[in-house]
């Protein structure tokens, strides 16, 4: 039977839209179920402030009656205007193993960014770096975490059939927690302290933070507005940002370094790893899946890095030996075995090497694909 592509209109339909994934990887260990309600937050215009400066729209396949695979089409007008681009993103792509579901659905993306006059598609990209991003190439036994992209293996082949090719990859480890802090890491936070005139913010919980917390969204658009695709967040998204996740996060968990006049230097945000309670309760926190959260939060081994930036005119001075000496106290103290550090760009050699004092593995690639399209037409 033909495939059916329809695109979402109605609340109804978004929800089978975000709904069609817990379906697909039902039965995978290693997929991690994002909150449906961060979901549905991050899909609808009327929720999410990025709607001021990105288009959308959303598809579903159809094969003999049942949803098969969906796709998101964004075009994000503040990153082509910044990177001086004509290009449109696709995001939220999942499908069975069969090429023509997903060949049907990259093409309603490429028809569509071609009547808005674009030549080019990449992706998986959400509407900002804070969505998940790149398809899976390496990695694909190695359980997933909060807030990352899990793929069967099968679809980057699909992909590149499609005629896409690899534009950006990045690179994730594990990072093995030793007895104590190396001495090296030790040392070079105490030097770039007490030369640069720093202090790190002493917080006993979260709301100690709370003050710093737009602050730290600006020093992350300094420090992240040259690298690949980034956009800067607006006051408006950094404002939904704080409300919705600064009220969960552990406060030794997240250090800041302050400058002599009391301003972020920079910050680190790292939580227990969420990936075992999201499984459980499929992405639901509610009834019970809120106590496995907070379970989670309390007793765990693992935990997983999502954000570090340091401000521009601090950079190579040292700064990231005080974020990762903190982390490691707090590490140590809460007997922290392993940690993800989730996507690192591969040519970010700055990044990679601050855990050159530590045993590391290299577990997971993913990958940003990109496709220049024939036959656009300007507008």
Same mark, same amino acid.
């Given at each position: 039977m033909a495939i059916e592509l329809k695109e979402v209109n109605t609340l109804n339909e978004l929800k089978q839209f975000v709904s069609f994934q817990y379906s697909l990887y039902r039965d995978n260990t290693y997929w991690v179920p994002p909150l449906r309600t961060d979901e549905m937050l991050s899909l609808r215009k009327e929720k999410n402030p990025a709607f001021d400066f990105c288009e959308a729209k959303y598809w579903l396949a159809y094969k003999d009656g049942k949803i098969v695979g969906r796709i998101a089409g964004i075009i994000n007008k503040k990153y082509n205007q910044k990177w001086n681009e004509k290009a449109a993103r696709f995001?939220?792509?999942?499908? &069975?193993?069969?090429?023509? &579901?997903?060949?049907? %659905?990259?093409?309603?993306?490429?028809?569509?960014?071609?009547?808005?006059?674009?030549?080019?598609?990449?992706?998986?990209? +959400?509407?900002?770096? @804070?969505?998940?991003?790149?398809? %899976?190439? /390496?990695?694909?036994? /190695?359980?997933?975490?909060? +807030?990352? &992209? =899990?793929?069967?293996?099968?679809?980057?082949?699909?992909?590149?059939? $499609?005629?896409?090719?690899?534009?950006?990859?990045?690179?994730?480890? !594990?990072?093995? @927690?030793?007895?104590?802090?190396? !001495?090296?890491? !030790?040392?070079?936070?105490?030097? $770039?302290? !007490?030369?640069?005139?720093?202090?790190?913010?002493?917080?006993?919980?979260?709301?100690?933070?709370?003050?710093?917390?737009?602050?730290?969204?600006?020093?992350? #658009?300094?420090?992240?507005?040259?690298? =690949?695709?980034f956009v800067e967040l607006s006051d408006k998204q950094i404002d939904m940002y704080v409300k919705q996740y600064f009220g969960f996060i552990i406060a030794e968990y997240v250090p800041v370094v302050l400058d002599a006049h009391n301003k972020v230097v920079a910050f680190g945000i790292a939580m227990p790893s969420l990936s075992g309670a999201l499984q459980k309760c499929n992405g639901r926190l509610f009834p019970f899946g809120f106590v496995r959260v907070l379970r989670a939060m309390k007793n765990n081994r693992r935990v997983d890095l999502y954000l570090t930036a340091v401000r521009p005119d601090m950079q190579n001075k040292g700064v990231n030996a005080i974020l990762i000496h903190e982390t490691n106290k707090a590490f140590i103290k809460n007997k922290i075995e392993k940690v993800e550090t989730n996507r690192e760009?591969?040519? #970010?050699?700055?990044?990679?090497?601050?855990?050159?004092? =530590?045993e590391t593995r290299q577990h997971k690639r993913r990958r940003c694909y990109t496709k220049e399209l024939t036959g656009s037409t300007n507008k």
């Amino acid at each position: 039977m033909a495939i059916e592509l329809k695109e979402v209109n109605t609340l109804n339909e978004l929800k089978q839209f975000v709904s069609f994934q817990y379906s697909l990887y039902r039965d995978n260990t290693y997929w991690v179920p994002p909150l449906r309600t961060d979901e549905m937050l991050s899909l609808r215009k009327e929720k999410n402030p990025a709607f001021d400066f990105c288009e959308a729209k959303y598809w579903l396949a159809y094969k003999d009656g049942k949803i098969v695979g969906r796709i998101a089409g964004i075009i994000n007008k503040k990153y082509n205007q910044k990177w001086n681009e004509k290009a449109a993103r696709f995001g939220w792509l999942d499908f &069975i193993d069969d090429p023509e &579901i997903s060949s049907a %659905l990259l093409n309603a993306v490429e028809r569509w960014a071609r009547d808005n006059g674009l030549s080019r598609v990449h992706g998986p990209l +959400g509407f900002t770096d @804070m969505d998940g991003e790149g398809t %899976l190439v /390496e990695g694909f036994d /190695e359980v997933s975490t909060l +807030g990352a &992209i =899990y793929n069967f293996p099968y679809y980057p082949g699909h992909i590149e059939r $499609a005629g896409y090719s690899k534009d950006t990859d990045w690179v994730e480890f !594990e990072v093995t @927690m030793g007895q104590g802090i190396p !001495e090296k890491v !030790e040392r070079l936070a105490h030097i $770039a302290l !007490e030369r640069n005139k720093l202090t790190v913010l002493k917080a006993d919980k979260a709301k100690d933070i709370l003050p710093y917390a737009r602050d730290i969204f600006h020093v992350l #658009n300094e420090a992240y507005r040259d690298l =690949y695709g980034f956009v800067e967040l607006s006051d408006k998204q950094i404002d939904m940002y704080v409300k919705q996740y600064f009220g969960f996060i552990i406060a030794e968990y997240v250090p800041v370094v302050l400058d002599a006049h009391n301003k972020v230097v920079a910050f680190g945000i790292a939580m227990p790893s969420l990936s075992g309670a999201l499984q459980k309760c499929n992405g639901r926190l509610f009834p019970f899946g809120f106590v496995r959260v907070l379970r989670a939060m309390k007793n765990n081994r693992r935990v997983d890095l999502y954000l570090t930036a340091v401000r521009p005119d601090m950079q190579n001075k040292g700064v990231n030996a005080i974020l990762i000496h903190e982390t490691n106290k707090a590490f140590i103290k809460n007997k922290i075995e392993k940690v993800e550090t989730n996507r690192e760009l591969e040519a #970010n050699a700055k990044v990679q090497a601050q855990w050159r004092f =530590y045993e590391t593995r290299q577990h997971k690639r993913r990958r940003c694909y990109t496709k220049e399209l024939t036959g656009s037409t300007n507008k």
